[in-house]
T-cell receptor, first 113, second 111 residues
Framework: DTAVSQTPKYLVTQMGNDKSIKCEQNLGHDTMYWYKQDSKKFLKIMFSYNNKELIINETVPNRFSPKSPDKAHLNLHINSLELGDSAVYFC????????????FGQGTRLTVV | AQRVTQPEKLLSVFKGAPVELKCNYSYSGSPELFWYVQYSRQRLQLLLRHISRESIKGFTADLNKGETSFHLKKPFAQEEDSAMYYCALSGRAGGYNKLIFGAGTRLAVHP
C-alpha cells in the first residue's frame, strides 16, 4: 500500500482554468503539507494542516485553497491558473513532532499552457 | 525565522572521490535536522536525521551548533549516489511543527 498518494500524477491545463490535486495518507499522521518544487528543484512549503486545521500558510496567492475534509486527506484547489504555477507539487505527512520523518507523495507535475 | 541554506546547486565528482554537501541553518531554538534524497523518478525520502547519529548508505552528517551547519559527507562516492539532496529543518512555529527545506544540491557522480 502506498503511504502517501497523490492524484493526478500529471496535469496539463490552459491558463485561467481551475484544477484540483488530491492527496491521501494511510499512515495515521496528524500533519500534512503541500510543497511546490519549481523548475530549479527548489522545494518550498506552501501549507501545513494539523488535524484538519490550517496551521501554516506561506504567503501563497489566494488562488490556492487547500481543503482537508479529514486528517487523512489534504486537497489543493487552484483557481485561475497562471503560467508561473507550472511546477511539481508534493504532498507530505508526518506525526507533527520535530524529530519525526515526513513521508512524501510521488508528486503532481502541473503544466499550464 | 527558520532558514536552511545549501550554497551549492550542483556538486560533480568522480566515483571513489569524497563528497561533502554543505548545509547551514538559522533557527532560534534547538533544531531537528534531516537530509532527504530524491533519486531520479522517485519520491523524496528520508536519508538520515541528526538525532539518530547513524550512517546510511555510507553517508554521515554531524550537527555543529557553533557553525550552525549540518554537512552531509561520504568518503567514497558511488554512481548510485547521484540524486538531489535536500537539507531540512524541523522546528516549532506558533506551537506547531514546521518542516522547511534548503534549495537542494544535485550530486552527480561520474564513472
Amino acid at each position: 500500500d502506498t503511504a502517501v498518494s497523490q492524484t493526478p500524477k500529471y496535469l496539463v491545463t490552459q491558463m485561467g482554468n481551475d484544477k484540483s490535486i488530491k492527496c491521501e495518507q494511510n499512515l495515521g499522521h496528524d500533519t500534512m503539507y503541500w510543497y511546490k518544487q519549481d523548475s530549479k528543484k527548489f522545494l518550498k512549503i506552501m501549507f501545513s494542516y494539523n488535524n484538519k486545521e490550517l496551521i501554516i500558510n506561506e504567503t501563497v496567492p489566494n488562488r490556492f485553497s487547500p481543503k482537508s475534509p479529514d486528517k487523512a486527506h489534504l486537497n489543493l484547489h487552484i483557481n485561475s491558473l497562471e503560467l508561473g504555477d507550472s511546477a511539481v507539487y508534493f504532498c507530505a505527512s508526518s506525526l507533527g513532532q520535530p524529530n519525526t520523518e515526513a513521508f512524501f507523495g510521488q508528486g503532481t507535475r502541473l503544466t499550464v499552457v | 525565522a527558520q532558514r536552511v541554506t545549501q550554497p551549492e546547486k550542483l556538486l560533480s565528482v568522480f566515483k571513489g572521490a569524497p563528497v561533502e554537501l554543505k548545509c547551514n541553518y538559522s533557527y532560534s531554538g534547538s533544531p531537528e535536522l534531516f537530509w532527504y534524497v530524491q533519486y531520479s523518478r522517485q519520491r523524496l525520502q528520508l536519508l538520515l536525521r541528526h538525532i539518530s547519529r547513524e550512517s546510511i548508505k555510507g553517508f554521515t552528517a554531524d550537527l555543529n551548533k557553533g557553525e550552525t551547519s549540518f554537512h552531509l559527507k561520504k568518503p567514497f562516492a558511488q554512481e548510485e549516489d547521484s540524486a538531489m539532496y535536500y537539507c531540512a529543518l524541523s522546528g516549532r512555529a506558533g506551537g506547531y511543527n514546521k518542516l522547511i527545506f534548503g534549495a537542494g544540491t544535485r550530486l552527480a557522480v561520474h564513472p
